[in-house]
C-alpha cells in the first residue's frame, strides 16, 4: 500500500499494479493529474475509469482512492489546505473555493480529459503553482492563489462533468458524511472520538450514519479512522523527531502496544523502520535545500557582477542535477530582475548593470550546451537581431539560444541591427523567419520598418516575423502586421517551429 500525506502540498504518488492508493480526504482543495498508467478512480461509491491526462479537481473532504491495472500509475497532486491559504468564512459566495466555477450541480469533483496539448499547458501551469507552493517564497500565497484561479480558469475550459459526477448520494445524504470527514479530521487526535458520537451530533441514527459512510467512503467508519490516524503518525514519524509517546498521543491512540500493533499492521514497518526509510527522502530534501542555496547565490553573485563566481556556481548547480531552465529562471534571470528594478529605481547606475549582464552572460555560456538539446535537426533558419539604436542584447541571446535549442540555424545580426539588414540577410540566407528584439520603448518602432521593408523587398509571404522584448506586447505586434510576439524565450521557439511549419504548407 501506498498512502498519501495530509500536509498542504505536491506530492508524486506513485501506484502500484494491483494495489489501491488511498488518498485522504483534505480540507481544502485537492487536484490530482495523473501523469502516467492506466486504473480506477473511486469517488464516494462510484468506480471511473481513469488514465493518462485525467485531471481531478476534488472538494474539500471528497473521499476517494485510486487503483490501476496493469503497470505502475503516477498521479501527482496538489493539496490545498484551507487555513493555510483562505481567510474567512469560507461559505460565502466570494470565498475563493465558491469562485473556482468548475464544480456544477454541487457535484465535489470536476474532472477533465485532456489531450496532449491541453495536458501539456495544464502541467506547465501545475508545475509552476507546485513550485510557488514548495518554495514559499515571498509573497507567495498571493502567487500560489493567482496560479491557482489561472489554473482553474484554463480547467475550466476542458472540464466535462458529464463523465464524472458521482450522483447517486442525495444532497443531504452527501452532505452528512461530509459533516462525519470533516469531523474525523478535525478530532482525530481525541481517543474518545466514535461513529456514535458523531452520529448523536448530526442527530442521526449510528447505523444510518455506518451505512451512509460505508457506501460513500468505500470503507466501514473504524478503517477511515485507523487510515486518517496512521496517516497522521508517518507524517510525525518522517516530519518530526517526537517520540512514539508523542506521536500516540497527536494520534488519539491509548496506549504503546495498540499503537505498534495498529502501525504495524497499516503499514507493515514498526515505527522505528518506518522513520529510518523515510531517511532517504531527507537526503533528497537536503539535496534539494542545497540547490536552492546554489541558485540564490548565483542571483546575489550576479547582482554584484562577480562573473567568475557566477561561472563556477552554475557549474555547481548543473553538477547537482539542476533543470537547466530552473538555473536560467531562477538563478540568472532572478538575479537580474532585482537588478532591473533597483536601475529603474535610481539604486544602481549603468556600470553596475553592466557587470551584472557581463555576469549573465558568462553564466549562459555554461549553460548553453545544456540548454541546446544535442542531435536536433535543423528545422529552419532564422536570423535575429536587437533592432537599431537598441543595444540589450541579453533577452535576444537567449532567444537565439532556445532556437538553437529546437535546431533551427540562426544568423546572429547583434544589436542596433537596421530594419533593411533584417530584410536582406533573410533574403540572401533564405531565412524563413525574421526575430526582431527591442527593449527601449523608442526602439519599438524599427519593428514596424521591419515589416514594411520586407513587403517593399516582395519577401513578406516567404517569410514569418516575430517580434518581443520587455516593452513589446501582442497588441503592438497586431498593429504593426508582424506575425508572431511571445513573452519569453521558451515559447518563442516554440511558435518559431509552428510558424515554419505553416510555412511549410
Ligand atoms: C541590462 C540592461 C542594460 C544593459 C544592457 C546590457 C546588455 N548586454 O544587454 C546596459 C547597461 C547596456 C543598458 C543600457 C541602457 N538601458 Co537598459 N536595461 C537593462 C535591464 C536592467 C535588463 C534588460 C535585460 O537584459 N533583461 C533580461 C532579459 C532576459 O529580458 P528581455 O530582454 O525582456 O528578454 C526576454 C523576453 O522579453 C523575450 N524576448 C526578448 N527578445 C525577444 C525577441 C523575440 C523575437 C521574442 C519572440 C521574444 C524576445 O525573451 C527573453 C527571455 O525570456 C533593463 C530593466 C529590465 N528589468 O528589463 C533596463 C532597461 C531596458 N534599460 C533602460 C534604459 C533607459 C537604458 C539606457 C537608455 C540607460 C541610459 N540612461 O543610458 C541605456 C540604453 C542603451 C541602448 N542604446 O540600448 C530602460 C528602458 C526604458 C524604456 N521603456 O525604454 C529599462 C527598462 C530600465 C528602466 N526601467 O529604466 N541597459
Not at 17 to 44: K, M, N, Q, R, W
Not at 407 to 425: C, I, N, R, S, W
Amino acid at each position: 500500500m501506498n498512502y498519501g500525506t495530509e500536509s498542504c502540498s505536491c506530492a508524486m504518488t506513485e501506484i502500484l499494479p494491483g494495489t489501491t492508493c488511498t488518498l485522504p480526504s483534505c480540507d481544502g482543495v485537492e487536484i490530482d493529474l495523473i501523469t502516467a498508467g492506466t486504473g480506477s478512480h473511486c469517488i464516494f461509491d462510484q468506480t471511473i475509469p481513469c488514465k493518462t491526462g485525467d485531471i481531478y479537481v476534488l472538494r474539500p473532504q471528497t473521499a476517494h482512492a485510486y487503483g490501476c491495472d496493469d503497470g505502475p500509475m503516477t498521479v501527482r497532486r496538489i493539496l490545498l489546505r484551507e487555513k493555510d491559504l483562505f481567510d474567512g468564512d469560507f461559505s460565502a459566495p466570494d470565498h475563493p473555493r465558491f469562485c473556482y466555477g468548475i464544480f456544477r450541480d454541487l457535484s465535489p469533483v470536476a474532472c477533465a480529459t485532456l489531450n496532449r496539448k491541453t495536458f501539456e499547458e495544464i502541467e506547465g501551469q501545475f508545475r509552476a503553482l507546485s513550485r510557488e507552493l514548495q518554495e514559499q517564497k515571498g509573497e507567495w500565497k498571493e502567487v500560489v492563489k493567482a496560479y491557482l484561479s489561472v489554473l482553474l480558469i484554463t480547467l475550466s475550459r476542458y472540464t466535462d462533468s458529464a463523465i464524472k459526477n458521482p450522483a447517486s448520494y442525495s444532497p443531504a445524504e452527501r452532505d452528512l458524511v461530509q459533516a462525519a470527514l470533516r469531523t474525523v479530521n478535525e478530532a482525530f487526535a481525541s481517543p474518545s472520538l466514535t461513529l456514535e458520537s458523531i452520529a448523536r451530533s448530526l442527530f442521526v441514527s449510528k447505523a444510518h450514519l455506518s451505512r451512509l459512510f460505508k457506501r460513500g467512503v468505500g470503507q466501514p467508519f473504524s478503517e477511515y479512522l485507523r487510515r486518517v490516524r496512521m496517516n497522521r503518525a508517518c507524517r510525525l514519524l518522517t516530519e518530526t523527531e517526537r517520540s512514539a509517546e508523542e506521536i500516540l498521543t497527536a494520534c488519539g491512540l491509548r496506549d504503546l502496544p495498540s499503537f505498534y500493533r495498529t502501525f504495524h499492521e497499516y503499514t507493515g514497518t514498526t515505527p522505528v523502520q518506518y522513520r529510518n526509510l523515510h531517511k532517504k527522502e531527507k537526503i533528497i530534501d537536503k539535496k534539494g535545500e542545497k540547490l536552492m542555496i546554489i541558485l540564490s547565490e548565483i542571483s546575489e553573485n550576479l547582482q554584484k557582477g562577480k562573473a567568475k563566481l557566477v561561472k563556477e556556481m552554475v557549474q555547481a548547480a548543473i553538477d547537482e542535477g539542476a533543470n537547466p531552465s530552473e538555473i536560467l529562471n531562477e538563478g540568472l534571470l532572478a538575479g537580474m530582475s532585482v537588478i532591473g528594478e533597483k536601475f529603474k529605481n535610481n539604486e544602481v547606475y549603468v556600470p553596475e548593470v553592466l557587470v551584472a549582464a557581463r555576469a549573465m552572460n558568462m553564466g549562459i555560456t555554461v549553460l548553453k550546451p545544456h540548454l541546446v538539446a544535442s542531435g536536433v535537426q535543423a528545422v529552419g533558419k532564422v536570423c535575429i537581431g536587437t533592432v537599431q539604436g537598441d543595444l540589450h542584447d541579453i533577452g535576444k541571446n537567449i532567444v537565439k539560444m532556445m532556437l538553437e535549442g529546437k535546431g533551427f540555424e540562426v544568423v546572429d545580426l547583434g544589436t542596433d541591427v537596421p530594419a533593411e539588414t533584417f530584410v536582406q540577410t533573410a533574403k540572401e540566407q533564405g531565412c524563413q523567419i525574421i526575430c526582431c528584439s527591442a527593449l527601449l520603448t523608442t526602439t519599438m518602432d524599427v519593428m514596424a520598418d521591419v515589416v514594411k521593408a520586407a513587403e517593399a523587398a516582395g519577401i513578406r509571404d516567404q517569410v514569418k516575423i516575430m517580434v518581443g522584448g520587455a516593452p513589446i506586447n501582442q497588441e503592438f505586434c497586431a498593429a504593426i502586421g508582424a506575425d508572431c510576439y511571445t513573452v519569453d524565450a521558451a515559447s518563442a521557439a516554440d511558435a518559431a517551429v509552428e510558424l515554419c511549419n505553416q510555412l511549410k504548407k
